[in-house]
């Protein structure tokens, strides 16, 4: 073979192996590029005002017969009745339960239940449930009044409920994704590239806490002790980089 036939045949040789190799260098860098994401926390907290109100007691007796607590309870029932109506409240917005009644028996001074009855306990429960939620917070400091006339009241902390959480719930898991994405590309603009499609979302749990709280659980929170409430929501996401 002449001189000039090897030269001719290395050369393109040579081309044919440096225009494979890149490629295969572009190939690696675009399944490279195609495997980059970033993950990124986003979320989103709204305010929202209770529309539902829980006001629960029990009227509590303690006598040594168990017909003398039934003669007591009635007209205790009746002020509880009367007290809430004039302060606004509807009679169907209360529901009545059942009276119950337990034994209390005498101990030894061992520490030792004797089997003597000394006396019974009978419990009247109701719970008042309505719309007006400032009505509510001001009956639950208002109604121990009642205790000076006699009425033997054990009353229970007020419950405020929003019930229009589904709608809410959809809107900002949305805002928290939309926060997810906001803070991926400002991570990724630094870097000078560009931020891809999303890979996946995972919804955290809603938090539903008192204005202002730091309080939060694995399972999430669902506060009912404040008429106003924050709700919060929290995205976990990832985002392939071009």
């Not at 890979?199 to 399972?219: C, L």
Request: with cysteine; charged share 15%.
């Amino acid at each position: 073979m002449h001189l000039n036939a090897k030269i001719t045949s290395f050369t393109i040789l040579t081309i044919g192996i440096l225009f494979c190799t890149v490629i295969v260098t572009n190939s690696w860098k675009g399944i490279n590029n195609s495997h980059q994401t970033i993950a990124a926390v986003g979320s989103a907290k709204t305010l929202i005002h209770s529309n539902l109100a829980i006001l629960k007691g029990s009227i509590v007796l303690t006598v040594s017969n168990p017909k003398d607590a039934y003669v007591q309870l009635t007209p205790q029932l009746e002020m509880v009745l009367s007290f809430l109506e004039k302060k606004g409240v509807k009679r169907k917005e209360i529901e009545l339960f059942p009276a119950t009644q337990f034994s209390n028996y005498e101990f030894s001074q061992e520490g030792y239940q004797t089997g003597k009855i000394v006396s019974y306990t009978v419990s009247q429960g109701f719970k008042l449930t309505t719309q007006n939620v400032n009505l509510v917070k001001d009956l639950s400091l208002q109604i121990t009044e009642l205790l000076s006339e006699g009425v033997l009241l054990q009353m229970e902390r007020p419950e405020y409920i929003y019930t229009k959480l589904a709608d809410i719930k959809i809107n900002i898991q949305s805002l928290a994704a939309t926060d997810a994405q906001l803070r991926a590309e400002t991570m990724v603009k630094a870097t000078g590239q560009q931020l891809g499609a999303m890979r996946s979302a995972k919804m955290g749990v809603i938090q539903i806490t008192p204005p202002n709280s730091t309080t939060v659980t694995d399972y999430g929170m669902n506060d009912v002790s404040s008429i106003e409430k924050e709700i919060t929501a929290v995205v976990h996401a990832s985002f392939e980089i071009d």
